[in-house]
């Protein structure tokens, strides 16, 4: 779907919830996009971008980011500890956060550095064995532990399982933010950024409606 027409859904969503034109932030999801589509967004005027995978975005965007100045990229995949330094370098923000073992060394590396990507700390909020992110029930004690260690929280980030109706997962989404004094929501993505605004959602991530289908996942 054309960009225009991607931004004119989410300004009527903002609208019909009675929020401020404009306080969705679109995160256009590129990863395993051909390199000419991504071109043609960045061409229409869109700058914010998420990618799931370190080595592909350290392979795309620093030329993508001189040529389109004002661009930011999000890491939105899950991250391996061992990736945490690249993704510092790389990542205006990382909207997944999601253990003691990654707090730690992300806040070390803000130390020493003096600067620290945003963060989000992601909530599996479907308790799904398979799926990345903090379970509801210690979401509270592990976002006490990030502030703890002086890393900058943007809000709370969730993927609702694929099966069911995203909208309890959303509002769960927003009241374990509300109650920990986080105001950025990442939620929403292709089929279901309406609802998402819906329900107070700040950063949508948006892949296949924007670019179309993408190429299969590499091999790890
Ligand atoms: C791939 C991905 C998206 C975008 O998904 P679409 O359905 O293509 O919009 C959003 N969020 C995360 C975490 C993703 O991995």
């Known amino acids: 779907m054309p960009l225009p027409d991607i931004r004119a859904r989410i300004a009527a969503a903002e609208l019909a919830a009675g929020r401020a034109p404009g306080s969705v932030q679109l995160i256009a999801v590129s990863k395993l996009q051909p390199a000419e589509r991504v071109r043609g967004v960045l061409d229409e005027g869109q700058r914010l971008f998420g ?24 890491m ?9 330094k690249q993704a510092v370098e790389l990542f205006e923000c990382i909207h997944t956060l999601d253990r003691p073992s ?9 130390q020493a550095r003096g600067v ?5 700390v992601q909530v599996n909020t479907g308790a799904e064995p398979q799926k990345a992110g903090i379970v509801p029930d210690m979401a509270d004690d592990f976002i006490a532990a990030c502030k703890m260690m ?23 989404l927003r009241e374990i933010g509300a109650r920990n004094g986080l ?7 292709s089929s279901d950024f309406e609802i ?8 949508i991530r948006v892949g296949s409606a924007i670019f ?3 190429a299969p996942r590499p091999a790890p």
């Open 196 to 203: 998402a605004i819906a329900h107070g959602a700040t950063h």
């Open 150 to 172: 002086d890393l900058p929280l943007a809000g709370v980030m969730c993927i609702p399982p694929d099966d069911q109706d995203p909208t309890p997962h959303f509002a769960l």
């Open 116 to 120: 620290s990507p945003a963060m989000f």
């Open 76 to 84: 939105i995949g899950p991250l391996q500890t061992n990736k945490a």
């Open 212 to 214: 179309g289908d993408r």
């Open 51 to 74: 990618e799931n995978y370190v080595q592909e975005a350290a392979h795309k965007w620093p030329a993508w980011r001189e040529a389109y100045p004002g661009t930011e990229v999000h």
């Open 183 to 189: 105001t950025g929501l990442s939620m929403g993505m």
């Open 102 to 110: 990654l707090a730690e060394r992300l806040a070390r590396m803000a």
